[in-house]
């Protein structure tokens, strides 16, 4: 037989106090991880953090080995615990992030993001933090893609809110001007519009609306805006006079548009019965416009709430000479009406003046055929 090999040397019996070393350094990876997520419990969280955050931190504690082993999972607890929790109230939406440090990561995870940054910089000027808060809205407005044009215009509206507020009148027109060569610039004059005159500044609200209408004399918005404000301060002359001025400046072509939108703005904010004028002329015109006519019933029935003008307006419109397919419409309208509003002699009366239209333009129709 050959000699035995003594195996005494290299296979011996691990030790009691190996063993413990042992367990402890195969326990130790899942007690870090189970301590790296303190905070709000549950399978959401567990699974949320767990897997994104383990391939990191190995590569953490490879990269990292000079330092020593309670700076490292030091590191790596706080590391990770901004990240989950601001990721957590992130997706989950229940709460803003509460530190620059926490805004700055989302910042860096969604550059292109007009909403994160000027989250942003509202949390810095509720912390008082007013310069901070402009450097951050130089650095959204460099680093956001120039190819997300709406979410940099985005960025510029909140800067110049945010100035409007916290800076002088000086550095306000600045920013707007600045703004403007960099941006839509007519866009930029309607939201500076909107921002004066949120803040009641009568001054600045005039100038952006008379240069506006000047610059911008072929956009139909600009003249909307400015007959908007003047109705607002119940200045009906004023509207009126803007309204005849956008006529001249507009393309004919877009003319019935602007009377119909300033008719609405009448209707909603201005006078009800100059709307009515203004929308008796342009039917006056064009009365076979069965858009016209279905815009003006919407504003009767939605804004008068005078039923007596509704069904005159109704009746009107019914007995115009349009083809059947617009008349069908108008009488589908005026019996939805009057089931809701009326009672079963009107809508008797509607059914049969739908039926007379049948009936007389079938006669029309069968007429036609014979000759």
């Known amino acids: 037989m050959g000699r035995r090999k003594d195996t005494s040397s290299t296979h011996a019996m691990p030790s009691t106090e190996e063993k413990k070393k042992r367990k402890a350094a195969q326990e130790e990876p899942a007690e870090k991880i189970k301590k790296a997520n303190n905070g709000p419990s549950g399978w959401e969280e567990i699974e949320a953090v767990e897997a994104p955050h383990n391939d990191q931190v190995l590569r953490e504690v490879e990269t990292k080995a000079h330092m020593s082993k309670h700076a490292k999972k030091k590191q790596r607890d706080d590391k990770e615990r901004l990240i989950r929790e601001a990721e957590r109230r992130r997706l989950e939406g229940t709460a803003a992030p509460t530190t620059a440090a926490e805004y700055e990561q989302l910042a860096m995870s969604s550059p292109n993001s007009s909403f ?54 000086e550095s306000t027109l600045q920013l707007m001007h600045r703004a403007m060569t960099h941006t839509d610039a007519r866009k930029m004059y309607l939201a500076a519009v ?52 956008s ?18 703005l009448e209707f909603k904010v201005g006078d009800p019965e100059r709307g009515r004028s203004i929308f008796e002329g342009i039917l006056a015109n064009y009365p076979r416009r069965l858009d016209l006519w279905s815009v003006y019933l919407d504003q009767e029935i ?70």
């Open 247 to 264: 006529l001249k400046s507009l393309p004919r072509a877009e003319h019935v548009a602007m009377a119909t939108q300033t008719a609405l």
């Open 302 to 371: 939605s804004k008068s709430g005078d039923q007596g003008r509704v069904r005159s307006l109704f009746e009107r419109a019914t007995h115009l000479a349009l083809p059947p397919k617009k008349m069908k419409f108008l009488f589908k309208r005026y019996l939805e009406y009057e089931k809701m509003h009326g009672d079963d002699t009107s809508v008797e009366h509607v059914k049969k003046a739908a039926m007379e239209f049948v009936e007389r333009a079938m006669a029309v129709s069968n007429g036609g055929g014979a000759e």
């Open 194 to 245: 909107d921002i004066f005159d949120r803040t009641e500044k009568t001054t600045l609200v005039e100038q952006c609306l008379k240069a506006m209408c000047r610059k911008f004399s072929e956009a139909m918005d600009v003249w909307l805006r400015a007959i908007r404000y003047s109705l607002t301060q119940n200045d009906a002359e004023g509207a009126k006079k803007t309204f005849d001025r």
């Open 116 to 169: 994160i940054w000027i989250k942003y910089m509202a949390f810095l000027i509720s912390l008082g933090e007013i310069d901070h808060a402009r450097a951050v809205a130089e650095r959204a407005i460099k680093t956001i893609n120039f190819r997300e044009e709406n979410e940099k215009f985005n960025v510029w509206v909140a800067w110049l809110n945010a100035e409007n507020a916290y800076g002088t009148e």
